[in-house]
């Protein structure tokens, strides 16, 4: 069972333009919601995270809105660069070491030139 | 540096082979765990452990076994009985709270 969906799956958006990935989440007990960003070959790397006591988390052009009634998150990238290409990730956990992150299926993201 | 190192980076199994996987880490980090990464399937969790001595499966436990017997180190085994291995297998590692730190992954192939 997918604990945590992610849409789109695939996304293409020009230089400059906002990426917009989605996240759903079913568990009320989630409260750690990172995202991480993978090159090919790479390993995933986290990029930016958020707690369920703020709405919105910014870190330079990333940002996290939160919707906890609605059991979503979503990560924009804001003049989105030809070297934000890559996959992806969104996750969730219960937010200490008991627990291991749950992680959507990853969005391939291109940014053209 | 701190750091998680998965090695090797390339490995190739002859069916009906068991092979180990390394990962090392000197963060000092309590948990370590083992995702398995296939296209269009996301990471999906073979195990973890949060203490020397113990492990617990995850959601795709079968045919992979572990040990901790160091702070530092969790190999992985895939085993004869894991019918489709081919994967890229990734490595990571996490304080009690915050993220993890992953590591470069193994990529493995069944020849």
């Known amino acids: 069972q997918q604990q945590v969906k992610q849409s789109p799956q695939s996304l293409i958006v020009q230089k400059g333009g906002i990426s917009i990935i989605n996240c759903a989440y079913e568990?009320?007990?989630?409260?750690?919601f990172p995202w991480y960003q993978q090159f090919p070959g790479k390993g995933p790397a986290l990029l930016i995270a958020?707690?369920?006591?703020?709405s919105e988390k910014k870190e330079g052009r990333f940002t996290i809105s939160f919707n906890k009634s609605a059991k979503q998150f979503s990560l924009h990238i804001m003049d989105s660069q030809p070297g934000d290409s890559a996959t992806y990730f969104c996750?969730?956990?219960?937010?200490?070491?008991?627990?291991?992150?749950?992680f959507g299926k990853g969005t391939s993201l291109l940014v053209t030139p | 540096d701190g750091g998680i190192t998965q090695s090797p980076k390339y490995l190739f199994r002859k069916e009906g082979q068991n092979v180990t996987l390394s990962c090392e880490q000197n963060?000092?980090?309590?948990?370590m765990y083992w995702y398995r990464q296939d296209p269009g399937q996301g990471l999906r969790l073979i195990y973890y452990?949060?203490?020397?001595?113990?492990?617990q499966k995850g959601d795709i436990a079968e045919g992979y076994s572990v040990s901790r017997e160091k702070k530092e180190s969790f190999p992985l085994t895939v085993t004869s009985a894991q019918k489709n291995p081919t994967a890229f297998y990734l490595c990571?590692?996490?304080?009690?709270?915050?993220?993890?730190?992953f590591g470069s992954g193994t990529r493995l192939t069944v020849v």
């Open positions: 990571a590692s996490s304080m009690p709270v915050g993220g993890y730190t």
């Open positions: 568990n009320t007990a989630f409260d750690y």
């Open positions: 958020i707690r369920p006591d703020v």
């Open positions: 996750a969730a956990s219960m937010g200490n070491s008991g627990y291991a992150l749950n």
């Open positions: 963060l000092n980090h309590d948990a």
């Open positions: 452990s949060q203490i020397v001595n113990d492990f």
